[in-house]
């Protein structure tokens, strides 16, 4: 059985059929099974082969696709399907084999002709948004030297953006529509709107904001990530479909595949979004990496974006504008259709700190 998975991989179709030597294992008292290793399958389309020493993955990738894989698995995944295996993945002198049935089936996928590219389905990988404006009710967030308060931009920003979003047929779930915390309490306010995004099961959670400095004279744009995401995501009918594996091994080695697609997304979504505003009469600060609450706690691809800053004059000046927001908004859209169309995005590279609020509870 065939489980597909969300991953942007190019693929090609391939048409060849592979010559392979094989390894004889047995199984059982009674029987043996003929097995073919993952390495011959490297060297006949030249791929590279990479091993996770933490998780015990093995990537083999190039060439247009892609099979993940771990020893005792009961199946794998090749280009973005995963697929339920008759026999687990076996270990033989240090290389990973599969039976040769299975390994008939892996060959069906890779050229089965309707399997031309993931990457092309119309309505593009990010599908769902969720967009948290941050602060809201008593948590007004910074404010700025004419008065403009955090939270009401970020409500703006965030309404006109899941409207421009909508209209792109990408479905948009919200935090907050009101001025209005989800709790009393600054933790729980936090800790609920992670709750959001991991119960709707996002395709991306996109965190809105404005920063703060005491110089008033720094100005720009940030993109951060948490670099320390230990939220290991679970393996719903959502990514691979109905037919679940049964086996912890398997489910947990998904869970780790999954995690790695998702950190790869956001840096790639977050340069998106880093040549999108560069367009902004502002300066870029860069990608940054940050352990705010509402990131690090995600299970699903997640990013926090400061506007700009409020602490400065010309800056809180635009903010005051509404066609600056509609611009704000206008930006952020058109870094995830275009991710949605390419998947990449080439930009200056991340910088390591912020001068303004970086490292803050708030967010």
């Known amino acids: 059985m065939y489980i597909y998975l969300d991953m942007r991989i190019s693929l090609f179709v391939l048409s060849m059929v592979v010559a392979l030597t094989v390894i004889t294992g047995p199984v059982a008292a009674d029987t043996k099974i003929t097995y073919v290793t993952l390495s011959q399958l490297a060297q006949k389309y030249n791929l590279k082969h990479e091993r996770d020493s933490l998780t015990g993955r093995e990537v083999f990738s190039g060439n247009g696709y892609n099979i993940v894989a771990s020893s005792g698995m009961s199946g794998l995944i090749v280009n973005n399907k995963f697929t339920v295996l008759e026999q687990k993945l076996k270990s033989i002198n240090g290389q990973l084999a599969v039976s040769r049935s299975d390994f008939s089936r892996v060959e069906n996928i890779l050229i089965e002709p309707q399997r031309k590219d993931v990457s092309a389905r119309p309505n593009g990988v990010i599908r769902k948004i969720v967009i948290d404006p941050g602060h809201g009710g008593d948590f007004r967030g910074c404010k700025g030297r004419n008065?403009?308060?955090?939270?009401?931009?970020?409500?703006?920003?965030?309404?006109?953006?899941?409207?421009?979003?909508?209209?792109?047929?990408?479905?948009?779930?919200?935090?907050?529509?009101?001025?209005?915390?989800?709790?009393?309490?600054?933790?729980?306010?936090?800790?609920?709107?992670?709750?959001?995004?991991?119960?709707?099961?996002?395709?991306?959670?996109?965190?809105?904001?404005?920063?703060?400095?005491?110089?008033?004279?720094?100005?720009?744009?940030?993109?951060?990530?948490?670099?320390?995401?230990?939220?290991?995501?679970?393996?719903?009918?959502?990514?691979?479909?109905?037919?679940?594996?049964?086996?912890?091994?398997?489910?947990?080695?998904?869970?780790?595949?999954?995690?790695?697609?998702?950190?790869?997304?956001?840096?790639?979504?977050?340069?998106?979004?880093?040549?999108?505003?560069?367009?902004?009469?502002?300066?870029?600060?860069?990608?940054?990496?940050?352990?705010?609450?509402?990131?690090?706690?995600?299970?699903?691809?997640?990013?926090?974006?400061?506007?700009?800053?409020?602490?400065?004059?010309?800056?809180a000046a635009n903010f005051k504008s509404d066609s600056y927001r509609q611009e704000i908004a206008e930006r952020l859209r058109d870094a995830i259709i275009s991710y949605n169309g390419t998947g990449t995005s080439k930009t200056p590279p991340e910088r390591p700190e912020s001068s303004g609020r970086a490292g803050s509870q708030w967010e």
């Open 147 to 315: 008065g403009l308060c955090e939270k009401d931009v970020t409500l703006d920003v965030s309404r006109r953006l899941r409207e421009l979003l909508e209209e792109n047929n990408i479905k948009v779930v919200m935090t907050r529509t009101t001025d209005r915390s989800l709790s009393a309490n600054l933790n729980e306010d936090l800790r609920a709107r992670v709750e959001v995004g991991n119960r709707e099961q996002p395709d991306l959670f996109i965190s809105i904001h404005a920063n703060w400095a005491n110089d008033p004279s720094v100005k720009g744009f940030e993109i951060y990530y948490s670099p320390e995401n230990n939220v290991l995501p679970a393996p719903s009918a959502r990514h691979i479909g109905q037919d679940r594996p049964d086996d912890r091994q398997t489910i947990k080695a998904l869970s780790h595949i999954l995690k790695d697609e998702y950190s790869r997304r956001t840096i790639e979504i977050a340069k998106a979004i880093q040549k999108q505003f560069n367009k902004l009469p502002t300066e870029d600060r860069g990608v940054r990496k940050a352990n705010f609450k509402v990131v690090k706690y995600s299970e699903f691809p997640s990013i926090l974006v400061e506007m700009g800053f409020l602490s400065n004059k010309a800056e």
